[in-house]
């Protein structure tokens, strides 16, 4: 291996006198671009450290395995635990690497550690048949337009391209050869030089949107992308004469591309929600947060898992149907994968990897179970598994909503205090219509609405297409007059927070924000009667109570009642049922109707979408005193404890 400190002769002479190359070998050897981002070690030195990295230590651990550290450590220590992870800067994969400490540390204390842990990575192709077939086809054009980029690229003297100068040279072509913001001609020597004036350009900024395709770059002059600056092309040219000119000249770019351009919001949940649910990434991540407990940590793909699970018949174990299909909206489906997963061998990936090309007629692979029994025990197995939940009673979280709302004085017929707010046009709904305040407004948002089928009070929702025109006041003499952006409303509210001034006096009020837990006490009537109540806790009171220094619960209010326990979202509850056996539950959440709060509990196996149209057994909702059943808490790997409330 040549030492990067030589000079370029010193190269070109130790290539003719060791290597025994000619002068101009010698100097086109020279010329080179070597790809970036990679280690460089010898031959010998690849040797030394790839059986160490074989059994899970990383770069740098196998580094000090052979050849010790500058602090005379001669190797590395296996830890016998998983350590808090790093922070990636990601809540999402962060938060998944917190949940695998927890489970794989319990499995440790209980099994001890491990000599082999398998993963089944992202699947890359999912949806129909049609689907994966369109993704193979966009994948197989675009490593042949990478092709050609980097043939061009060599004929036009750049040696061995980078993944930059393909990115770049494809967007030059993209572009026409014109920067989309200034319309000025991009030459080779400008886009490729040593001092180059154009460069890759987020359409999008990448900070907001974390958006990094292909379809969000472009082309621009480095000044004005220095200008530009964090800003969307929107909201840096608006609605200027240079803007009409830039959508001039995108007209040849790709649709997708167009739309961020004159896109008005960045839709940061649509791009955040895409990045950050990567599961390549987190599958990835999770891989080498294992290594370091010094044991093989093998991948394996989730086609093999979704074939081996099918021929296996074990589809139907929890599918009450005649279909044999998975049956996602019962999380123990994730139990059944893991079996499979850690049943998964080399030969199966091989086998199923040939069968792609298996001539027609002929039957493809087929793989007998582990071992016989193998479904009925996993039958009897995923029947007794407890699904564990990661209870959310942390005191954050939004303290109110941001609407705020006046008082007025006035109260209805029921002695309920009225008030008022401003809500904007393209929040409205019909039942708010006839609540505005003034009688102007309120009649020309009515015959808005009346244009396009919708009734104030009435069933509809109020699209979009209902404010695309601006709506504005009538002057007496007919002309258009100021528009109409937002409204006052008046409403009944009992459940409003005042928001006090420094002397105490409520300047405005708040709705609470999510309810944080309900405490649930058990009281003796006149008659000798027991009977329970519950009191819900909104997420402003446990700040409250957390900034006052007092227990966010509170078990004893003074009035003799018994504490029972409290209820958070996501928490386990021991639900006894009609025919008397109890079932497992989670809090789905606390809500506050006229009649009493109520308890909306789920099956804690049950991960599919519910709504208030689901009835029992699916959805459980119980007031505090018809409850029936105890409270219990279940660790990461699914052990059901009673809980210290």
Known sequence: MLDDTLQDEEVAEKLMEH???????????????????????????????????????????????????????????????????????????????????????????????????????????????????????????????????????????????????????????????????????????????????FQVEHILPYSRSLDDSFMNKTLCAVDENRRKSGRTPYEFYGETEQFEQILHRIAVLPYPKRRRFWQKEVELDKFIQRQLNDTRYISRKVCEYLKLLGCTVQGTRGQVTAELRHQWGLNSILDDTDLGEKKRDDLRHHAIDAAVVAVTENRHLRDLAHSKYTPAGQAAARFAPPWEDF??????????????????????????????????????????????????????????????????????????????????????????????????????SGAPGPQIKSVRIRDVFNNLIPIKDKNGKPYRYVAPGSNHHIEIFEYTDSKGRTKREGRVISMFEAVQRSRRKEPVVCRDYGDGGRFICSLSRNESFMLEMDDGTHVLHRVQYISILPGGPRIVLRPAAFGGQLSEKHKAPLIQRKMPNSLKGYKVAVDPIGRIFPAKD
């Open 19 to 197: 290597w025994g190359f000619g002068q101009e070998q010698a100097q086109k050897i020279l010329e080179v671009s070597l790809p970036q981002k990679y280690m460089s070690f010898s031959r010998l030195a690849i040797q030394k450290l790839l059986p160490h990295m074989e059994r899970g230590l990383l770069t740098h651990q196998a580094i000090e395995a052979v050849y010790g550290s500058s602090h005379g450590r001669q190797a590395v220590e296996v830890l016998e635990s998983l350590p808090f992870p790093e922070d990636l800067r990601n809540p999402i994969v962060n938060r998944a690497l917190w949940e695998v400490r927890k489970v794989v540390n319990a499995l440790i204390r209980v099994y001890g550690k491990p000599q082999k842990i398998k993963i089944e990575m992202a699947r890359e192709l999912k949806g129909s048949k049609r689907e994966r077939e369109e993704l193979q086809y966009r994948q197989r054009q675009n490593e042949e337009e990478n092709k050609k980029a980097r043939e061009e690229l060599i004929r036009m003297g750049i040696l061995n391209p980078s993944r930059d100068d393909i990115i770049k040279y494809k967007l030059w072509q993209e572009c026409g050869q014109v920067c989309p913001y200034t319309g000025r001609p991009i030459s080779q020597n400008a886009l490729f030089g040593p001092h180059p004036e």
């Open 375 to 476: 479904r009925q025990q996993m039958q009897q197995i995923i029947n007794q598994i407890n699904v564990s939940h990661r209870v959310t009673r942390k005191v954050s979280g939004p303290l109110h909503e941001e609407t705020s709302y006046g008082p007025t004085g006035l109260k209805d017929d029921k002695g309920q205090d009225i008030y008022v707010y401003r809500k904007s046009l393209e929040a409205l709904t019909l039942s708010m219509v006839p609540k505005i305040v003034d009688p102007v407004v309120r009649q020309l948002v009515a015959e808005r609405l009346e244009q396009f089928g919708l009734k104030p009070g009435g069933d509809g929702k109020i699209t979009k297409e209902v404010w695309k025109e601006p709506l504005r006041m009538k002057t007496k």
